[in-house]
């Protein structure tokens, strides 16, 4: 089996698909969207524990073969998941309206 060109992890766990913590967002039907995004793109999903930025919350990780993983925050709404799909089914550098949620992973001691 050859494994896609490009990985999506999604964090769901204490605050990045919480209701509690986001009561705004349709965790369920995000996490269909990417699993979406993936199917048209050749992508995969894995849903994560805690990733451990909840400062950041909802958080995805986009790893592209051959390149280093893009961390992206605050993937909350609609605008950002199009954005993503974007830039996945075109690759290139990051554009500028993912910039604005870009991360920084989180440092291990």
Known sequence: MISPAVR??????CCCGN???????????QLLRLREIADATGAAVTVSDCLDVCEHANVVVVHRRGGRPEWFGF???????????????????????????????????
């Open 19 to 29: 209701a509690t913590k986001h009561p705004d967002v349709d965790h369920d039907a």
């Open 75 to 109: 993937v909350k709404g609609d605008g950002v998941l199009d954005d993503l799909h974007e830039w996945i089914k075109g690759g290139g550098p990051v554009p500028d309206t993912l910039e604005l949620h870009r991360i920084s992973p989180p440092v291990r001691s």
């Open 8 to 13: 999506l992890t999604v964090c769901r766990d």
